[in-house]
């Protein structure tokens, strides 16, 4: 499973100000009196507390129990009430109806394919209250097309290890992230343990996510640029979509 190994040194990985950057775009476009919001694909709940901290009732969902259990702990450490839930954004149609829904850090450019992404949206839309908003980021073309191919990144500490490669993926405009982790079985061990993932994401043409979120029937879909409020350009890396039902 995807993040069965990531989940644990996910949080050293991620830049911390990105959380602080998807609160605040969240904030900015959604309606003052918003309180009940779902966070799909929640990861190891750092944005999910961040909400919780403001103020919303948050709702977090995600399909790992890794990140799950992670998340948990965080709630439970930083004394924030986040409910938890275990599914998939693709069939919401357990998990009740909220004021707002969002789902950050290219979380659907892991769907395989359009059809995929499609079923996101629909879910999404019933999962809303009327009049509700829907916000989510992707990669942008360009991130896809340009900037993964050949990107390589590694980093380590005295506990772990981190190299990402990206190449890019058979599919038109994909990509695929070699994930190798090198972590200490034992504290105080010097031995380390190494471990692979392949996580592979797509994105799609502005035009197409625009066609897709309308054959859901939202409206009112405006899109920005890289967590700021301007429209994008050729060489923006992600893309805002915020939504209206």
Known sequence: MLYKTFAFVYDEVMDPFLYMEWLNFSRRHLPKDTKRILELACGTGALACDFAREGYEVTALDLSEQMLSVASER???????????????????????????TCFSDSLCYMP????????????????????TFIF??????????????????????????LWDSYPGEKEHSVEHFLTFFVKENEGDQKFVRHDELHQERTYSMENYYTMLENANFYNIQIFADFTDEKPEENTTRWFFVCKK
């Open 137 to 162: 980021d992707v990669h942008s073309l360009f991130q896809v097309d340009e900037v993964f191919p050949e990107y390589s990144y590694h980093y380590q500490t005295e506990e772990f290890a981190f």
């Open 113 to 132: 394919d359009r059809q995929s992404v499609q079923q996101v949206f629909d879910s999404v839309y019933q999962a809303l209250e009327e009049d509700g």
């Open 75 to 101: 709630a439970q450490e930083e004394g924030v009430a986040v409910q938890f839930v275990q599914g998939d954004m693709m069939d919401l149609s357990e998990v009740g109806t909220y004021e707002a829904i």
